[in-house]
């Protein structure tokens, strides 16, 4: 009789582990996607060197006049160096870009204490930073006070604005778009037929007749003599329209909540703004996170469009100093450099709520 020896186990086929076994897989598993693969590798092979050869080596880096540029064949990021100031401030003075600074690094120190998990007083900082911090900005920008020269808003520029009407937009627009969410759904008529009439009203137009109405139409309709700021004007439009567009994507969140929540909450005797603060909104707010930092990034971009009321963003100073007759001819390493710092806020945006989403996740994930 014969007794069964065990035998060790076969190493697995050499070309399913590995290098060769992550190619087939991931690259090569299947006829289409082998061609993909492969026009995509010779897409790359056709972009990828000629731009690094313009972007980066033969590229002019230093100088002060667009002479340094003359006998290169790639990017004149002298074009950038010389105008980044006004990129970044815009129209305000220079010798006051310290208030501009200081009001950014303060903004941060602010804000580091947000991101410990021990930080004990979370909700009174960020409290704070809403309401406390625009008002400090406030005066570090116009000045008027303290000892601080005045500039007007009209002088506010550059990437300073375009950070300056987001963040503004940004912080209004979530907790009004929370409001009119709950209106909509509210089970009172007059406060759900006043909410339903403002979100489609202000979602019924584009941003741009907002911005044109505020700047223009709007001083038409106030008393003789009334001064009303353009960037106030801009900032408020600009609020009340992403407003409604924020309240859709948190009445989404609100709408995807089991019904035995909201019953939960009535069985445990917590009034509506209870039930709602404790229990519905942190859960449709989690929901939606990516509805609501895709809300944002768009309002970061369309800050753009307030050029046609005449504030001065980023991308307008660019143009400007496009139209510059010494510097004629480098739209492209202008528009490139514009098109970098709008992808990193926007990545950077995009890659904390997956971060956010991770961190809050709680057994939702499919």
């Avoid at 089991?258 to 942190?282: R, T």
Wanted: proline letters at 6%; glycine letters at 8%; hydrophobic letters at 55%.
């Amino acid at each position: 009789m014969s007794s069964h020896i065990p035998q060790p186990d076969l190493p697995p086929p050499s070309t399913s582990v590995g290098v060769l076994g992550w190619l087939k897989s991931n690259l090569f598993s299947s006829l289409p996607n082998a061609l993909l693969t492969l026009a995509a590798m010779y897409l790359l092979y056709v972009t990828v060197p000629p731009l690094v050869q313009w972007a980066f080596i033969d590229a002019s880096w230093v100088g002060e006049t667009r002479a340094a540029c003359e006998d290169s064949d790639g990017a004149c990021w002298v074009f950038v160096g010389v105008r980044f100031n006004q990129f970044m401030y815009g129209l305000y003075p220079e010798s006051e870009y310290w208030r501009i600074n200081l009001a950014g690094v303060l903004l941060v120190l602010l804000m580091i204490p947000l991101f410990i998990k021990q930080f004990p007083w979370k909700l009174q900082l960020g409290l704070f930073i809403l309401v406390g911090y625009p008002i400090i900005a406030f005066y570090l920008f116009s000045g008027g006070a303290f000892g601080l020269s005045y500039v007007e808003t009209s002088r506010w520029g550059g990437l300073t604005l375009t950070l300056i009407l987001s963040s503004v937009g940004m912080a209004a627009s979530l907790p009004l778009g929370i409001l009119l969410a709950l209106g909509r759904r509210s089970n009172m008529p007059i406060v759900k037929a006043l909410s339903v009439v403002f979100i489609e009203f202000w979602r019924g137009v584009p941003l741009i007749t907002v911005l044109f109405m505020s700047s223009v139409m709007l001083p038409l309709f106030l008393p003789e003599g009334t001064h009303f700021d353009k960037l106030l004007r801009a900032m408020i439009g600009i609020s009340l329209f992403q407003s409604a567009y924020m309240a859709e994507v948190v009445r989404s969140g609100l709408q995807a909540i089991p019904k035995g929540q909201y019953e939960a909450a009535q069985a445990l005797g917590l009034s509506y703004w209870h039930s709602m603060g404790l229990i519905i909104l942190p859960q449709a707010l989690k929901l939606v996170i990516p509805g609501i930092v895709n809300t944002f990034i768009a309002l970061f971009k369309d800050t753009t469009l307030v050029l046609i009321i005449g504030l001065f963003d980023m991308l307008a100073m660019i143009q400007a100093a496009l139209a510059d007759p010494n510097w004629l001819g480098f739209a492209i390493e202008g528009l490139t450099f514009a098109a970098f710092v709008y992808w990193i806020f926007c990545f950077g945006m995009s890659r904390y709520s997956m971060a956010l989403e991770r961190k809050l996740h709680t057994g939702h994930k499919r």
